[in-house]
Nanobody, 125 residues
């Protein structure tokens, strides 16, 4: 059973930083891409960052490019999202996700099959 558990969300002022984490168990972590999605109230859940299985490529949505950084630590079976220069419009529930197939870049939303429970990030103005 693949299990994803996020942590590190919270309340931060606009312009601040936050790092959220996702611990993964139940599979060979290093063989799979990982992604971060977010869902704001009344909006769809969107892929905002992804890192390939080997860590060689990353993807960012335009809305977070230059401010957010995704990284992975295969020794800890964990993926991180460093969020800088946060804006009120970044307020959302953030989900980490893992694809079904191994050895992909993880840039397709359709790839993702396993999800964490989500962590709330609130940015105050």
């Amino acid at each position: 059973q693949v299990l994803l558990v996020e942590s590190g969300g919270g309340l931060v002022q606009a312009g601040g930083s936050l790092r959220i984490s996702c611990a993964v168990s139940g599979r060979t972590f290093s063989s799979y891409a990982m992604g971060w999605f977010r869902q704001a109230p009344g909006k769809e859940r969107d892929l905002i960052a992804a890192i390939s299985w080997n860590g060689e490529s990353t993807y960012y949505a335009d809305s977070v490019k230059g401010r957010f950084t995704i990284s992975r630590d295969n020794a800890r079976n964990a993926v991180y999202l460093q969020m800088n220069s946060l804006k009120p419009e970044d307020t959302a529930i953030y989900y980490c996700a893992a694809p079904k197939e191994a050895r992909t870049k993880g840039i397709g939303e359709w790839e993702y099959e396993y999800w964490g429970q989500g962590t709330q990030v609130t940015v105050s103005s």
